[in-house]
């Protein structure tokens, strides 16, 4: 799990090998950004279980969507499957 | 609050912990986005800008269930790859208990040896690698390799 703000990060990786990926087996990756009264989180899921939460290094920068592949070795074909990308936020109008 | 009957992404209800405070249907107040890749080919006009080594695709793959989007690598080729981005419309609200919501559901072909990205960050050129060094950006990376810098 990362979130980075500005070049700065904060990097978490899980214990144990309980969310290694398998080999074509489909996973849910999903978070939660709260903007906080003092401190901003990031609540990280797997599978809709909540794994981790991130409490530094925030972005608030405007983002875009993305996703990316890299070929690790020169064996075979490497590939991502994407189902679906889902995003959306509150719009930060009040009444 | 007793929690609702209702098992989707509806508010106050726990049986979707990831989604819970997300509304469903038309809500004004929320901008939402969501690509199920279910069309014949992907837009690289309008909806996604491809960025990607010149041996590397980006496809939607044909009569999929429930449709999917492959970025696939050059075959026998070490570090190369393919990514698609959107615009920088997404960032953390302004007002305190506001949200960003993100989701996608995927699989890797050969995950102890690809690196991947999936989330949201600031918009990258050239190369699908320097979506990794992105300065701003929340991403899943699971347990895998990831080689910083490539």
Redesign the interface.
Known sequence: ???????SETDT??SG?T???????????????????ST?N?R???N???VGTHATN?????????????????????????????????????Y | MANTHFSGPVLFSAARPTLENLNIGSWPDQTRFMADFTGIVLDATNDWTVVKDSGASVALQADALNGVVDLTSAATTDNDGSSIQGNEIWGLPSTAGQKLYFEARFQMSDADQMDMFIGVCENFATAPENIFTASNRIVSKLMMEMRLPI
């Open positions: 799990m990362i979130t980075e703000s500005g070049d990786t899980l090998t969310y290694d990926l398998s080999d074509a087996t489909d996973v849910t990756v999903s978070f939660v950004a709260t903007k906080g009264t901003d990031v990280f899921y797997i809709r279980t909540l925030v972005p608030t920068a405007n983002m875009t969507q993305a996703a990316a592949e890299v070929s690790g070795n020169a064996t075979g074909t490497k590939s991502m499957s994407i189902d679906y990308i889902m995003v959306a936020q509150d719009r930060g109008v009040s």
